[in-house]
């Protein structure tokens, strides 16, 4: 009989989305009249900017003339959309990135997961906590972690606390660490790290040789002109970081599938003979073998998002999510509940009443309010006691929510 990867076995808990919809689901089962508005997970509700549709049903009509015809394209992404998002996420920013340094893809999920394959299985990893469970599950996967604890950690991971006291941005390890994953603006708390904080990484990494994942999938709804957008606005950042990033939620790409990771050709790591191997190349050799590309007509329309049309269609999306975030932020804040987030990202963190725990606060906004969030405990052990909304809603659903629950919870 064939035999399976035992280390899916590991991840007994589950996934932390398809619960929530296990209970929702039941719920909604057994309450069919009841009318769920979900902030949890965080999928756009907004239509696709004009721009972007237009460039799309274009394509469209290039696939139906031979001439115009696109078959494979490069795995890479096609130059003239890896042009743009040089000139307009790097190099407008100071960022010394070539097109040639960007990877298109189906998105930073995948990516952040995939980027494993490139590296071996004896490097010691670190992630933040509360983290986004895909850079915890793709590694336990991979056979890179031990079991889980009581607490929900897996051995061989090491945890950097997150919490109130460090304002959610995780201190430098004392330890030595070799992959070290980064989300900023964080998902699942909201925070942003500071051009200093990330200079603090950035020299931790170069002293040690290590790699910064970097997962700068919310750069779009940083609205503070001092926050950096990419770590390679941080010197040296080139030396030792890999930048994912997404078009899912700045301009709704969430179900069309489009992103980015950025391999610098300066980024080096150690072979089992103590050689220096190029990393873009190894990412170059993985995505050309295991990857088509993204479609073209998904790629011109993530083209379109750099027109000047589709610019400003995309900061109206991004102001009409930021402005569900200061609903949800204010409502509750005046509940008397204590929220982070919610400023520079569209998540805002809660920290949940009466000392509920993150998956009994869960139940209760589900049963009593039919409000679905996101426990914090789902991201990790030191979630626990916090609950995250997400803005992404139309602002009908957002204002009927923050209205059950403030009712509910109003001090």
């Known amino acids: 009989m064939a035999t399976i990867n035992d280390n899916y076995l590991k991840l007994k808990a589950g996934y932390l989305f398809p619960e929530i919809a296990r209970r929702v689901n039941g719920f909604a089962e057994t309450n069919p009249d009841a009318k769920i508005i979900r902030l949890g997970i965080g999928d756009v509700t907004e239509p696709l900017p ?20 696109k078959g494979y394209g490069p795995e890479q992404g096609y130059a003239w959309l890896r042009e743009k998002i040089a000139a307009h996420d790097f190099q407008s920013r100071g960022c010394d990135i070539d097109a040639s340094e960007i990877f298109v893809s189906d998105g930073s999920k995948c990516d952040t997961g995939n980027i494993l394959d490139i590296f071996g299985n004896d490097n010691t990893i670190a992630v933040t906590d509360p983290v986004y469970p895909v850079y915890v599950d793709t590694n336990v996967m991979a056979g890179h972690t031990g079991a889980a604890t009581n607490r929900g950690e897996f051995e061989g991971l090491v945890y950097l606390p997150i919490t109130a ?14 992959l070290i994953y980064l989300c900023f603006p964080n998902n699942p708390t909201g925070a942003t790290a500071t051009r200093e904080h990330l200079q603090a990484w950035v020299d931790y990494a170069k002293a040690h040789g290590s790699i910064i994942f970097f997962d ?35 301009a709704g790409f ?39 590309g993204v479609s073209y007509i998904v790629q011109r329309g993530a083209e379109a998002v750099y027109s000047e049309e589709g610019q400003t269609q995309t900061r109206s999306l991004i102001h009409f999510y930021m402005e569900n975030a200061k609903i949800i932020r204010e409502q509750l804040t005046g509940a008397g509940l204590q929220v982070y987030g919610g400023v520079n990202a569209p998540y805002v963190w809660v920290q949940t009443p009466n000392s509920l725990s993150s998956w009994d606060f869960f ?28 803005a992404f809603n139309s602002r009908e659903n957002v204002e009927t929510a923050m209205k059950r629950i403030t009712e509910k919870f109003k001090a």
């Open 50 to 69: 004009a721009a972007c549709r237009t460039a799309m049903i274009n394509a469209v009509e290039e696939m139906g003339d031979r001439a115009t015809f």
């Open 165 to 178: 006291e460090n304002q959610f941005t995780a201190e430098i390890p004392t330890q030595k660490v070799d």
């Open 216 to 250: 700068a999938a919310y750069e779009g709804f940083i609205a503070d002109p001092e926050i950096p957008h990419s770590i390679y606005e941080i010197k040296e950042a080139k030396d030792c970081a890999i930048e994912f990033r997404s078009f899912s939620k700045n």
């Open 254 to 292: 969430t179900g069309i599938r489009c992103a980015l990771t950025v391999v610098p050709k300066t980024l080096l790591a150690k072979a089992a003979d103590g050689s220096n191997i190029e990393l873009w190349k190894l990412w170059n050799r993985r995505q050309s073998t295991k990857f088509n």
């Open 363 to 390: 139940d209760k906004l589900l049963h009593t309010c039919n409000v679905v969030g996101t426990p914090g405990s789902g991201f990790g052990a030191a979630g626990e006691g916090y609950f995250r909304l997400s």
